[in-house]
């Protein structure tokens, strides 16, 4: 009789976990996230962060976002998803680029007529006004000037191929002469590079830019009058001289009266989900986390990182206030470390650059500052300090030999965060958001969240992906790595045997790792997705 009373309240537990409302995620509040696209970092991988501290994040289905670089989200679709689903959240995080375009690519690509933009742009006021005790906060981005057709890829109109040099070099003049003033020898170079450009190139190239940036003041006009809680604009892979810097001076003009505890535009957009699902939570328990800033020495937070305008101390402190914390001097007054490994001489390597000649090599040979750097994140942990690790050394993955050193030494699993994924403003600010979360997170969660870093960051981007890509050169094929085509079942293959033998070699024996699976979700190689 015990056994079966026994049996009958463990199916009666089973059903109260699983019956809707009732599950570990929802114990803390409903909040509705809509990602820029559907790529696991901007999506899931964000919203796993909230789900670990006990919140349901709720999202619209993929078929509805950005799916790959020619597969625009359905901004239609979303809002009217947005309507059924809004009713009950505390807040909601939301990308205006799929709301409005249809994803951040199709920002840089979109054919919309402006009053259809007009249209959409006004359904943030209906949500606003419906829902008049919701917090509503958004991230929008401004968009990136290339420096020529081959950092582009196919995520601009198609003539960026051919004419983006040429289109990054007057703009970035033009910029300068704004700025700075120029030579007469600048003065005649950004006429050239002006001339070489077809007069129906820069008339589609500006005109988008310039609907865009219209719409970016309606979103500042919308902050300006409460319709949003907080608004993040992202200058996306920008430059110090650049159309993109150019535009960003105008919007703070344009903003000047805007406080920075309602707005701010910093470098970067991939983590701005992070740093705002980061806001909403502390907004909604009453925090003010605290953090305390250490970077390796050398230039530190005076480093003016690849894909950015400012230097990374400006991105940081910027990123923090988007999360809602506060920064402090003092370590013992912090709830969080974050230690930025930054280069000595305030450059930034590329983590898939590992040949002889290369500057700034990714060969995992330690450098003049790592074993310091080393030292600091030892003397930290031993102290008690919830740390995180910020890995900008390098751009798009980690620095190979920061993490074997931290390897080594028992480390990987004595921090609370990480980052070294995609631009170093991405890295900074994904860990931010993640940190100033961290210290009311079980270890189990950190872990978690711990290890599917090490696999993207260090495993995948820093060491996988360039051996692959090497590989899959040799077809006759020039595009293979961004269009795999039916090359992608065999690419996926030797991908998943490789990051097996690289957790075999780096990892503990955590849970579901010998089964580690990897696809392609966007069917290129930049990024990729775990299943374990």
């Not at 719409?215 to 009058?225: A, E, F, I, V």
Request: net charge neutral; hydrophobic share 40%.
């Amino acid at each position: 009789m015990k056994r079966i009373i026994m049996v009958l309240g463990m199916l009666l537990w089973g059903l109260f976990c699983v019956w809707p409302g009732h599950n570990a995620e929802a114990a803390k509040g409903k909040l509705l996230f809509i990602p820029q696209d559907n790529r696991p970092i901007s999506g899931e991988e964000t919203a796993d962060v909230v789900r670990s501290l006990g919140y349901e994040v709720v999202m619209p289905p993929e078929e509805y976002l950005n799916r790959g670089t020619n597969q625009p989200g359905d901004p239609d679709k979303l809002w009217q998803w947005t309507h059924a689903n809004i009713r009950g959240a505390k807040a909601a995080m939301v990308s205006s680029d799929a709301l409005l375009y249809g994803g951040l690519i199709n920002s840089r690509k979109h054919e919309i007529p402006a009053e259809k933009l007009a249209e959409r742009v006004q359904e943030f006021e209906r949500i606003h006004r419906e829902n008049p005790g919701l917090k509503l906060y958004v991230f929008s981005s401004l968009m990136r000037t290339p420096i020529d057709g081959a950092h582009a890829g196919d995520e601009e109109p198609a003539y960026y191929q051919q004419y983006g040099g040429d289109i990054f070099q007057a703009t970035s003049l033009q910029d300068k002469a704004e700025v700075q003033g120029l030579s007469s020898d600048e003065m005649a170079a950004m006429e050239r590079h002006k001339v070489a450009v077809p007069k129906a190139v820069w008339q589609d190239w500006k005109a988008r830019r310039q609907k865009n940036l219209v719409l970016t003041k309606k979103l500042l006009d919308l902050t300006r009058q409460g319709t949003f809680s907080y608004l993040v604009i992202g200058k996306d892979d920008n430059a110090p001289l650049s159309q993109t810097h150019r535009e960003s001076r105008q919007l703070e003009a344009y903003a000047k009266d805007i406080p920075e505890t309602k707005f701010q535009m910093l470098a970067g957009i991939d983590e701005f989900g992070m740093l705002l699902l980061s806001r909403a939570v502390n907004d909604l328990e009453h925090q003010i986390p605290f953090i305390y800033v250490k970077y390796n020495k050398g230039t530190g937070a005076g480093t003016v990182p690849s894909y950015s305008d400012n230097p990374i101390g400006d991105t940081i402190r910027a990123s923090v206030l988007v999360a809602g914390g506060m920064m402090v001097t003092q370590p013992e007054k912090a709830d969080f470390v974050l230690l930025v490994n930054t280069n000595k001489n305030g450059r930034t390597g590329e983590a898939n650059d590992v040949a002889p000649g290369v500057p700034l090599r990714n060969n995992g040979a330690p450098r003049n500052t790592t074993k310091g750097f080393v030292n600091l994140v030892t003397n930290y942990v031993d102290k008690g300090y919830a740390v995180g690790i910020a890995d900008i050394a390098f751009a798009n993955g980690a620095d190979n030999a920061l993490m074997n050193q931290l390897r080594d030494k028992d480390l990987l699993y004595k921090i609370r965060a990480y980052s070294g994924w995609n631009t170093p403003t991405n890295s900074t600010g994904f860990v931010i958001g993640t940190g100033l979360l961290a210290n009311r997170m079980e270890n189990d969660a950190c872990d978690r969240l711990l290890t599917r870093r090490y696999l993207e960051d260090w495993g995948y981007q820093a060491n996988v992906r360039t051996a692959v890509a090497d590989s899959v050169a040799l077809f006759r094929r020039n595009d293979v790595y961004e269009n795999l085509g039916d090359h992608e079942q065999g690419v996926s293959h030797r991908i998943t045997s490789l990051m097996r033998q690289f957790v075999y070699r780096n990892l503990p024996p955590y849970p579901g790792l010998d089964k580690l699976q990897v696809s392609l979700p966007w069917h290129r190689m930049f990024e990729a997705d775990f299943h374990y």
